[in-house]
């Protein structure tokens, strides 16, 4: 008895591609407002950082320093992005490249039996 033919939608690594080259698609089509979000959200890291930072001066028992007046930009102080998309795009390309060739080696194996 013949085995049934190949389809690759029952494959695991079909669909590993398939959803990595669809979060490809979609970190391409959010990068500008991730870009926007991600500043906002390292700003009021950076800002909580040096208020802790102040916190524990004072505890000590140290000057206070006005926040206020010693505050600098934050590209000034975070030119890059420390979360950068890149990253995860990274990770993504790793994804579906390695899924890809084992969906390759399972194909070209269903086809020598």
Known sequence: MPSP??????????????FSVMALVGMALIAPKYAIRQRQIE????????????????????????LAETAEDRDVVAPQRIVPLWTL?????LAAAGSA???????GRSYRI
Do not use: K, N, Y
């Open 101 to 107: 060739v084992m969906l390759a080696r399972e194909i």
């Open 89 to 93: 795009a990274t990770l993504a390309v």
């Open 5 to 18: 033919p190949f389809r690759a939608t029952d494959s695991p690594w079909f669909w590993g591609c398939l």
């Open 43 to 66: 700003g009021r890291f950076l800002g909580r950082q040096q208020a802790h930072i102040e916190r524990t001066r004072r505890a000590a028992g140290l000057e206070p320093v006005d």
